[in-house]
């Protein structure tokens, strides 16, 4: 396994997941904002061509991109990329999945007026909880300059509110660097 660094959070989460989900060529995941779609193209690698990958965003371009880059990089289609917000995530699903990321924020080269909201990620996050598998985990990136905090917030509220005979619940910070760095949130069932 390459030596990535742990502090740039989404390489972080990348390195867990694939240490965690490479047992097997058919593995179901969901990329919760698939913006540019690095998150995606990774998610449906690591799926492999009987796994299955959704990916959600609100905005037509990040969707754009998203299947520009796969289409160029996978010589198969595992993925289905859904216009809607993450928040009628159940609507989409009707399978079990293993693992799901929220990289949360502005879409990169975009409009940054667009953002997640803490509301709507928190009932994605409710929504997709009944939809886990048993060893299933979603990661969560979160970022404090969009909105000073307010989605991080609702975030760590309702993720302390979860019963922890059911889920494990970690909150990953870098406690040494200056200009708020991004923070992690895994979830994972305690089965
Ligand atoms: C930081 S970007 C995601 C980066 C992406 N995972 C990647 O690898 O490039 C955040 C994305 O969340 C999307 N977004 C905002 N609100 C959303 C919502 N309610 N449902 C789904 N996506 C949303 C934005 O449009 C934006 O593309």
Redesign the pocket.
């Known amino acids: 396994m390459e030596n990535i660094k742990y502090g740039k959070l989404?390489d972080f989460v990348h390195m867990l997941i694939k240490q965690s989900y490479s047992d097997s060529d058919a593995h179901s995941f969901v990329?919760?904002?698939?913006?540019?779609?690095?998150?995606?193209?990774?998610l449906c690698r690591l799926a492999g061509e009987k796994g299955c990958v959704k990916a959600?965003?609100?905005?037509a371009?990040?969707i754009e991109?998203?299947e520009i880059l796969l289409k160029s990089n996978l010589n198969f289609i595992n993925y289905e990329l859904i216009k809607?917000?993450?928040?009628y995530i159940g609507n989409h699903l009707s399978d079990k999945i293993d693992a799901a990321?929220f990289?949360?924020?502005?879409?990169?080269f975009?409009d940054k007026t667009?953002?997640?909201?803490g509301d709507?990620?928190v009932k994605?996050i409710m929504n997709l909880l009944p939809h886990l598998k048993d060893d299933g985990r979603i990661f969560i990136t979160t970022?404090i300059t969009h909105d000073t905090g307010y989605e991080i917030k609702n975030i760590c509220e309702f993720l302390n509110s979860l019963d922890n005979s059911v889920y494990n619940v970690l909150h990953i910070n870098l406690i040494n660097k200056n200009n708020t760095p991004p923070e992690l949130f895994i979830i994972e069932k305690n089965a």
Do not use: M, W
């Open positions: 989404v990329d919760a904002t698939c913006g540019n779609g690095f998150d995606t193209l990774f959600f965003d609100i905005q371009q990040a991109r998203t809607d917000s993450h928040e990321i990289n949360l924020g502005y879409l990169p975009s667009v953002t997640t909201k709507t990620t994605a970022y």
